[in-house]
């Protein structure tokens, strides 16, 4: 798949990607191989907040997995500053999901948009990262707007803006060895979902939707879905709910269930099932995250 059709077009807004935070990166990145990602080489980020600025040490590094929609980014502490700062106050809540990023075009305008909402967004962030090509090493360069940690207290929760998405989804790292072909989903936990699913959709751009006992964003890529703290203790009454809010699981749907579910036992993941067309990884055996891996287009997050 073209690099050009996993990147949203004129006004659209897709779930671009998902981040779970790590402590370091010494144990990190093998749990996840275990769990059947090929995690691409780990980067320090580099970033500029003005055009022709020598970009400086962000103070965070990642490793991702790149599927044929999305991805997922393992992101770690690198040199002390106010982001690696704020990467350890969220770790702090809690071990697991703490950004989502929204992909959308016209990085200026969405920043003065914002701006106007009320958002007090930080300076327009320019990201740069290295990445190995076929024929050489080239740069990946990225837009990003933020928000002050208290504007959006659900996560790091951020819109991108690819300027090299060709350098991102590069066919030799979509393959993964458990399956998984799409990132599709995520699952919020909130004292009030309404309020919640109305705030994220003036950050990006779109309009909410009211479901049976959740508000969802209307993306016109993945899912993400709000559900009130006490809803998800009847639904999950096993399940840990350590806070609200809580970035509670990510869905990523799989060419063949079977196939993920046969690599999971041969390695000794604990998983449970869930309905006909689901495995939940929990997180004791992941990090912290919570995965939910499904088949069919239809299913997914709730």
């Known amino acids: 798949m073209p690099a050009s059709s996993l990147v949203p077009e004129g006004r659209e807004v897709y779930l671009d990607h998902v981040g779970l935070f790590v402590p370091d990166f010494d144990a990190s990145p093998g749990k996840l191989q275990e769990l059947g990602f ?35 980014e393992m992101l770690g502490p690198t040199v002390d500053t106010p982001l690696s700062r704020q990467l350890r106050a969220q770790l702090d809540r809690y071990p697991g999901w703490h950004l989502i990023a929204f992909a959308a075009n016209q990085p200026e305008e969405n920043h003065e948009r914002i701006g106007r909402d009320g958002f007090k967004p930080l300076p327009l962030v320019r990201l740069a990262r290295p990445v190995p090509t076929d024929t050489g090493e080239e740069t990946c360069r990225f837009s990003v707007i933020r928000v002050p940690p208290d504007v959006m207290p659900e996560g790091r929760i951020q819109i991108v803006t690819h300027h090299t998405p060709e350098l991102v989804w590069q066919p030799r790292y979509q393959h993964q060895p458990n399956g998984v072909a799409g990132l599709t989903g995520v699952l919020v936990c909130v004292d009030d979902p309404r309020e919640a699913a109305e705030r994220f959709c003036r950050f990006v751009g779109v309009e909410p939707v009211e479901r049976t006992d959740t508000w969802e964003m209307g993306l016109h890529e993945g899912r993400v879905v709000f559900i009130q703290g006490r809803r998800f203790r009847e639904l999950y009454p096993d399940r840990e709910l350590p806070c609200t809010p809580y970035i509670a699981e990510v869905s990523m749907r799989t060419e063949d269930l079977t196939a993920t579910r ?41």
């Open 38 to 72: 090929a995690m691409t080489p780990f980067v320090a980020h580099m970033a500029s907040t003005e055009p022709g600025v020598a970009a400086t040490p962000s103070g965070t590094g990642n490793q991702c997995a790149i599927f044929g929609q999305g991805y997922l």
């Open 262 to 302: 046969r690599y999971f036992d041969n390695g000794g993941i604990r998983y449970e099932t869930v309905g006909d067309d689901a495995l939940r990884v929990p997180g004791a055996e992941a990090l912290g995250a919570s995965f939910l891996f499904h088949q069919s287009p239809e299913g997914g997050i709730l």
